[in-house]
């Protein structure tokens, strides 16, 4: 299996990877961006991505949802959770007390805010493409001098994993403001078998309203309620054409071999302008949700012979 | 075919009755009550019964209400409007201005109560057990000075047909306070085929909530509004064992074999603990229902053609 | 106090009206029925009405919900619960066996209906026009063989308090269906001084919808729901002018002092076409509403106090 | 009057901000990012902040929301839509066939997409913290031969207004996506007096939901709906502490002097665990919001004057 994700060594990514594939076992392709890595299965160059797509920092990851959104059909196959640490490393040489510029990638900047505040009051952010390309210049810099001179920052926020893969030095660990933090990998695929109920599974989907209304939000949210089905993340996209205008990327409790996520399904389908299944999958987290009286699936196949003796002139 | 109907000659009912089936090809069984007729129906002594449903003066008929709402099932299979007028007639020789006690069947009280107040001051009520039985009693009258003198009222109301049926004399006509009132009669048959659908239905249920919360009927309306099917008729009748436990007895538009009626039907028998269905008839006044974007049959085959594609892995 | 209740001596009303004022304490005006009972209010010749407006049997009484609910304003100022029994009485020397015709009022005869199946099964129905009206001709029997002889019945239901205060002479006792039936009065006044909070209320409407649809009646409930009050009752009375047109009649619990009571109030009053407000009184139950979480009128000031400083310009 | 904002000259910022205060009339004091910006305010060292909240390209922008969202209380006072698009600027003597690193803000990247892949498919993307920095060191650049060669991109995209500005060499003008994008931007102050109705305003807030039920969502969105008071925009944020908690920021059409919005946010402040109100102000596009029957203001005066008849025994 050859599986692309957001590289190179040491990324965040590469450790939710690690949990579903050994390098052993699997081809591992390491690309510059999401994009690229999903952009590798809908080109049948990679079998699977790994992609980020929900930290607790940041929600929703903008370019993935965005990704799977549009395009042709992807399949999230699984999901994993990865803790979100960041190591503080530096220029060889380098103290704490002197760092004046921080190469990190936005998302590292952000859920390292307080920390740097407190720490190093006057340091300026100096944005990285990933969380490990200020990593790689440290470890080219680890070796050459003139490297050190031309460098445009002096220390860097990189994931623990990258530490030992580029052999650097920590100024300081867990600098992260919130030591719960966690970011949620999906592995894409492309359409084909679903991954069987487990009991505790996930559906995500992505669906447009009809109408930019409030009442349209209530409408599809009703669609959900009404057979007793519960979201775990509901989250608004621009559509893009024009300001106001939303999609939202929806997680709904369960799977759609449910028959319950099925009549949801199906009421979205009809109601709105567009619906897109994006994969029904094992929950990481294995909590099952609470099914609501007359919602299991015997529910609805005793429900759905009761009516055909309705039909067929036979009531009770 | 075999009629039971509240008679006897002369009623609303039979009026209703004479839309359904002349007297030259049926066989009219008149009844004292509307329990008798439906009671008639399940023991096999009619094929049919004629009773009424619904005014526009008392609303739902109580005693057809809640004889259809338990016991062993029975089917609604057409419904019939009869306009309701009153006639008042009097004894022999009785001069309007002389009236002093009125009988009356108590809804016919009720629906001249405004014309009564104007026209018949200080007139008492003698109650009837139907519109005709005071019909019946002056007919005997006009033809025994014994019987006038032991009647109990000297003028009844009742319906323009009692007139010529039984040979009385109008001391006023159309006493009824709105002229356009109308009564909905529904013929009862025992379980079989269901009318096919001619795209102008009613379905007729009867719902018990789950519990006695604002929240239950609330939750139950929405299993109608989620999939886009408009209530012509809702009323709440205690279930009898407690003040404020109420069923709900319902008029839908659509019928049993719409997707959309059919799916809001499982959805009430998954949620409530007693869902009857009484039967999908034709529309007396022929108004189609105005059927809501994504909720025709044709959504709803199209859209289960859609999530058997997504359960087998094939989206979009 | 002089109070117009549905009389004579023996009825339930008097039974109610005896747990409001003692007949030593107040003056008892008998009436023929429910609505003169309520006009002697709206006339000034009685400072109050009591009158029954919900049983379990039958749920709610139609005479007075309607009288209540058009005419010149009225106001409930409390509710007495009466358990509802029978005792069949019989004219003197009739034997149970040979009973033929019972002379009931319609909702005693339906209280009675499996009783009388069971044990006079080929009985008949006179219609009486109150409870005791038939307990006062048996006592006139009593005493006047001719009297015996020209009834058109020979034995009735009537209220237990009945038969001791017309000297009647039991058949059977207990002889209605539901040993714990009950039925719920209410004492009517003119416009005045609302009792005041108790903790324990309950606040009764009249509302017609904006139009016809499921939907208005959705909206109206939520107007309720998003305020967190509860309905104990809510019955649909037709309008009258066509089929299908309803004005339902509610019981909600709580206080017209109540702020969430007076939002929803002022929100029914801004939506709906017709509101009428008759009245808070103390639950004869005594049982408090649950308050849901935010919705305690302390809750209502505090975020009135919040919602000033932000007009003020003084956010948090 | 002093205003941080994102700087340097020519960023789409500065743009919005000449719509507000021209430098002539006004201090510009540029900052390095939105969070500077606002903490500027919120130091005293500004006296309003201007900052992008909302694209059509990304919709929220998470620095502001966040920023916005927490921290001592700010407001907004008012909005200007900016049109978003951008040119592609190159190193001298830079030909378009040429460009390998283009210099772009990650926002900017991803609203040319669709113009870069076509035009310069193996083009790379060098991250800049904003739309003009790149602008900037190609300023100097065209100066300074050394610059030239140490440059770690050969052409940028930055905003039209800095071609000008920096005396740029356009290589392609108007490469956005979409030829409508917009960037909303708001006028951010200290809290203080609300800019007045103008019957075209709009409301911003934060709120947390009770629980991270469906139905928590769905109650919250009923506050508005049941008031009448539609949205514009409301987009989750995770609240960070856990996977799946969310923050919505919200836009209402109205002003915080409506009566309809005054109720909302009182009944959101009682049922929700967090709201803040971050301001009323005018729209941009100066469109009325459409006024549902029974929610005017006149409407809330008049029923309040109503309840208050009903409250002191005077109904009707």
């Known amino acids: 299996m050859r599986y692309a994700y957001l590289g190179p060594a040491g990324t965040f990514t ?3 990877l690690r949990q579903v594939a050994s ?21 049948g160059e990679a079998d699977r991505a790994v992609v980020a797509i929900e930290s607790t920092a940041e929600g929703g990851v903008t370019a993935t949802l965005d990704s799977l959104a549009t395009g042709s059909p992807l399949m999230l196959l699984r999901e994993v959770l990865v803790p979100v640490q960041f190591t503080l490393v530096g220029l060889p040489g380098t103290r704490t007390a002197d760092v004046r510029r921080v190469a990190a990638h936005p998302h590292a900047w952000v859920q390292c805010r307080r920390w740097l505040a407190a720490h190093l009051p006057g340091a300026v952010h100096v944005p990285a493409t990933s969380n490990t390309a200020p990593a790689a210049l440290l470890a080219e810099a680890a070796a050459d001098p003139a490297a050190v001179r031309s460098s445009t920052f002096d220390a860097a926020l990189v994931p623990p994993a990258a530490v030992g893969t580029y052999g650097l030095v920590p100024l300081a660990e867990r600098v992260a403001d919130n030591p719960s933090a966690l970011t949620r990998f999906v592995v894409v695929g492309p ?21 930019n209304e409030a009442g349209a939000l209530l409408a599809m949210l009703e669609q959900f309620a009404v057979r007793g089905v519960n979201l775990s993340r509901i989250e608004s996209r621009p ?8 999609s939202f990327s929806i997680d709904a409790e369960g799977h759609v071999t449910d028959e319950r996520m099925g009549e949801v399904l199906m009421g979205l389908h009809r109601r709105c302008p567009y619906v897109r299944f994006l994969g029904s999958y094992p929950r990481a987290d294995a909590v099952a949700p609470l ?20 039909r067929g002139g036979h009531p009770a």
């Open 191 to 211: 359409p084909g078998p679903v991954p069987p109920p487990t009991g505790a599974d996930k559906t995500t989907l992505v669906v447009h309203l009809p109408d």
């Open 23 to 43: 390098p052993d076992e699997a081809v591992y392709l390491p690309q510059t961006d999401v994009g690229s890595a999903i952009a590798a299965v809908r080109a």
């Open 14 to 16: 590469e450790e939710a």
């Open 239 to 246: 559509i893009g054409d024009a300001l106001g205008r939303y």
């Open 291 to 310: 099914v609501q009286v007359g919602t299991a699936d015997a529910d609805f196949v005793e429900a759905r012979a009761w009516l055909d003796r309705l």
